[in-house]
């Protein structure tokens, strides 16, 4: 525009010009003014950090003076790197022990639930979502006490009191992942029962007027029936707990800080204690895209199956 | 009969499995009353002793407890106000607007959801750190100004709006300013509500990104204040005590705003 005007001072074209500059403004003002901050925003807080994450891979940097490049080195590592190995590990096992009782806690309390009237559905509903709510922290600090392996911890207490023997419960390297498990079901079941609950409201009554027509017990309509016609919502619970779950911290940290004996070194507790305890954010940048890659193949798959679901 | 003997059942095992639920709730509560410790005895002896409001003067008195919650407030008003306000406007940018690029924008921005946040934090602490921001509430805010969920929520909520609504006040002469704060956010107050209470309580409870990016006491979010309460030896009590300061905010806004927390979830679950 200032280009044209300069070559070719037209005093007949300028008007429409700034006329249409101004009803391009007044149509897409609100899109500049508030899209490109954004997109900023996106490209330096987002965009910029993916990439500079996978360029650190191939560093050698602890924050003081310069990064040096070392080629594959870090990748190296990863692959003779015992304990890395074991963080996979463990957090793979943490998985299997979350995500079956969370989603068929979670499946149970809704299919419960959705028989009761509507008020005594929303007081159950809503007992049962507290923990989502609540912090990591804040139910980490009630296990602690629970769940402490002296005679002290309260359930050791209550088995004193019935004369059974008591657990090392976080302080073994056996139960401590157990331990975390169980608190990640009690925080996170609430958020599963709800989406069935939405998947059990999507099921229409007839079907049900169908089965029972034709003389199907409960159990056989849970089964034959409701149970499958839920089948797209099982895939995506299980996907985004698998997800939660590869992104366990929190507990681990607080609680068993990965003891004992590495048993609940995390893939994100490890990569927290390479990057800020031992300043190796190169390594810790590998430990990330390990992260990353198993949750982009985990998102793809919800992905693809959402899609074919919806077509 | 036989219907109204399995919702009996159903009734008593939901109310089993809610006493379960809210036992360490329960636990917390009155454990925070009581100066103890070590919790000793069976739990249920503990309400016999005498309850006080010890443990959360002790707190106040000895610790930077009102500094941490200050500073909570602060990183979760502000991205929380913030993100209620983007999800707004590009919501309405997203869906209403045409423009060249706008869907290759929008699923470029949908797309790093699938990037864990963890992968963010390194080089976004090497970023602060170089221009000195750590240990301020910047790093705790900057990056959370608007979530693309929440983008997304409004967008596919103003989808469904009719076409009239707009076209209608365009021939009055209205602009995007009046159309969006004038019709379409009364309308989507409950859908911002949703998107609201998420932003709040994510960023209440979260506990990686503040210990890594504050690193004075004074500067501590309380989750990692309450986190430096929670020493090997502890102190019951006191770290019950301090467990309730943390839980009350998030408490008030799920009793408060239960529904969107439900609404959000189970809209999630099926788009």
């Known amino acids: ?311 | 009969m036989e219907s109204k003997k399995t919702s009996l059942i159903s009734i008593v095992l939901l109310t089993i499995l809610a006493i379960l639920f809210l036992t360490p709730f329960i636990i917390m509560i009155i454990g925070s009353m009581i100066k103890m410790k070590i919790p000793v005895g069976n739990p249920f002896t503990w309400i016999q002793k005498d309850l006080s409001l010890f443990n959360f003067n002790f707190i106040i008195k000895n610790s930077e407890y009102l500094t941490w919650i200050k500073n909570s407030l602060v990183i979760t008003i502000i991205p929380t106000a913030l993100q209620m306000f983007f999800a707004l406007v590009l919501g309405y940018i997203f869906s209403k607007k045409q423009f060249k690029g706008r869907n290759l924008i929008f699923w470029i921005m949908m797309a790093v959801i699938m990037v864990p946040s963890q992968i963010l934090i390194i080089p976004r602490y090497i970023m602060f750190n170089k221009i000195g921001w750590i240990n301020s509430y910047i790093p705790l805010i900057l990056p959370r100004v608007w979530d693309i969920m929440g983008v997304f929520f409004v967008k596919q909520f103003m989808l469904q709006l009719p076409k009239e609504l707009e076209e209608a006040a365009y021939i009055d002469g209205a602009n995007d300013f009046h159309i969006l704060f004038g019709i379409m956010a009364p309308l989507s107050k409950s859908v911002i509500a949703t998107v609201g209470t998420f932003a709040f309580i994510t960023c209440w409870n979260d506990f990686l990104t503040p210990l890594i990016f504050t690193t004075s006491k004074e500067m501590y979010p309380i989750t990692v204040g309450l986190a430096s309460l929670l020493t090997k030896e502890g102190n019951f009590g006191i770290e019950m005590a301090g467990a309730v300061f943390s839980f009350i905010p998030t408490f008030l806004m799920f009793l408060f705003f239960q529904k969107y927390f439900t609404r959000g979830i189970a809209f999630t679950g099926i788009k």
């Not at chain 1, 149509?27 to 901050?37: A, D, E, T």
């Not at chain 1, 925003?41 to 191939?58: A, D, R």
């Not at chain 1, 009690?186 to 409201?201: C, E, Q």
């Not at chain 1, 366990?248 to 003891?259: E, K, M, R, V």
Request: glycine share 8%; with cysteine; charged share 15%.
């Open chain 1, 1 to 311: 525009m200032k280009v044209n005007s300069g070559c070719k001072p037209d005093k007949g074209k300028k008007p429409p010009m700034a006329e249409k500059a101004k009803k391009h403004l007044s149509k897409y003002g609100i899109v500049y003014l508030f899209l490109i901050p954004v997109m900023v925003q996106f490209i330096i807080f987002y965009l910029i950090p993916i990439i500079f994450s996978f360029v650190l891979t191939f560093t050698d940097w602890s924050i003081v003076g310069t990064p040096k490049f070392n080629g594959l080195s870090n990748w190296k590592r990863l692959f003779n790197d015992a304990i890395a190995w074991k963080s996979i590990k463990n957090t793979v096992k943490f998985s299997i022990y979350y995500i079956v009782p969370t989603m068929a806690l979670g499946l149970f309390l809704a299919v419960m639930i959705f028989a009761q009237k509507k008020k005594v559905g929303t007081f159950f509903k809503g007992i049962f979502f507290l923990p989502v709510v609540t912090s990591f922290v804040v139910i980490s600090g009630i296990w602690k006490w629970i769940f402490m392996g002296s005679e002290q911890g309260i359930i050791n207490q209550v088995l004193t009191f019935l004369g059974l023997n008591t657990q090392l419960f976080l302080a073994s390297s056996k139960q401590a992942l157990l331990v975390l498990a169980s608190l990640s079901v009690f925080k996170v079941v609430g958020s599963t029962m709800i989406y069935y609950f939405a998947g059990l409201n999507g099921i229409s009554e007839e079907v049900y007027e169908a089965a029972k027509i034709d003389g199907a017990g409960k159990w056989r309509i849970f089964s034959r029936i409701t149970f499958p016609l839920l089948t797209p919502i099982h895939f995506y619970v299980a996907i985004v707990t698998t997800i939660g779950s590869f992104q366990i911290f929190d507990s681990a940290f607080l609680l068993t800080n990965g003891g004992p004996n590495f048993s609940t070194n995390t893939i994100v507790f490890y990569m927290y204690k390479q990057g800020f305890s031992s300043l190796r954010f190169g390594y810790a940048s590998v430990l990330a895209y390990v992260l990353f890659v198993i949750i982009l193949l985990l998102s793809l798959i919800q992905k693809k199956v959402i899609r074919e679901d919806l077509d």
